[in-house]
């Protein structure tokens, strides 16, 4: 089993739709959980990070934690072409040193 | 913001060849890593630093080495490339944002290509 599961996509949304992005980890352990969006040919840039359970909001972007079910998503709403990306999600065992490790990404396609 | 340089964007080398990959960050953070990037593996560490001249192997460190003779600068080395180290490289480093938060942030990359 990979320490950190994604669904490898594509995930297709019309724009205007939420997108939801999943994302299942194996170490009980974690503490600290991020989200990265990758545009083609670009490295990784964070768009959010959650520490406890429940959602933490962030204009359109939604990030939610399940600690029980060691499942964290993320939703993006009202999503435009522009959001079409590869989303990593990266998973740390505490939260000071970030050693993280890294789901091989989910790849979102926004049509107009 | 914090910018995380690296100094070559595209490299092509030859099996056997030594190779540097260089990396500069400009916010003073003691942490620095080194990843690599392929389709279908995802990222995976191959070796970060928590302070100067300190390391620590990563998932993958076979083959690679690295140097930290300064806070700012980490450097990957491949001492004899081989063609399964084409990939792209990437550096990044963390530390604490306005916010508090500790994040990690990238430098564009590097493409290897050994022929």
């Known amino acids: 089993q990979k320490e950190v599961e994604q669904n490898s996509g594509p995930l297709s949304v019309p724009e205007g739709a939420i997108a939801s992005l999943n994302c299942t980890y194996s170490?009980?352990?974690?503490?600290?959980f991020f989200w990265y969006r990758q545009y083609s040919g670009k490295s990784p840039e964070l768009i959010m990070s959650?520490?406890?359970?429940g959602d933490k909001e962030d204009g359109r972007f939604t990030a939610q934690l399940n600690k029980a079910s060691q499942y964290v998503s993320l939703l993006i709403r009202d999503s435009q072409p522009s959001d079409s990306a590869t989303y990593l999600c990266?998973?740390?065992?505490?939260?000071?040193?970030?050693?993280?490790?890294f789901g091989t990404g989910t790849r979102l396609l926004v049509s107009p | 913001d914090v910018k995380v340089t690296q100094s070559s964007r595209y490299l092509v080398k030859r099996t056997g060849e030594k190779v540097f990959l260089e990396c500069v960050q400009d916010?003073?953070?003691?942490?620095m890593f080194w990843y690599r990037q392929d389709p279908g593996l995802g990222l995976r560490l191959i070796y970060f630093?928590?302070?100067?001249?300190?390391?620590e192997k990563g998932d993958i460190p076979e083959g690679y080495s690295v140097s930290r003779e300064k806070k700012e600068r980490f450097s990957l080395i491949l001492e004899s490339a081989s063609t399964n180290q084409t990939s792209m490289y990437l550096c990044?480093?963390?530390?604490?944002?306005?916010?508090?938060?500790?994040?990690?942030?990238f430098g564009a990359g590097s493409r290897l290509t050994v022929l």
């Open positions: 630093s928590y302070d100067v001249k300190m390391k």
């Open positions: 990266a998973v740390n065992r505490n939260t000071g040193f970030q050693k993280l490790v």
């Open positions: 170490d009980r352990v974690s503490q600290s």
């Open positions: 990044a480093s963390s530390g604490l944002n306005p916010s508090g938060a500790n994040v990690l942030t």
């Open positions: 959650i520490y406890s359970n």
């Open positions: 916010m003073d953070h003691e942490n």
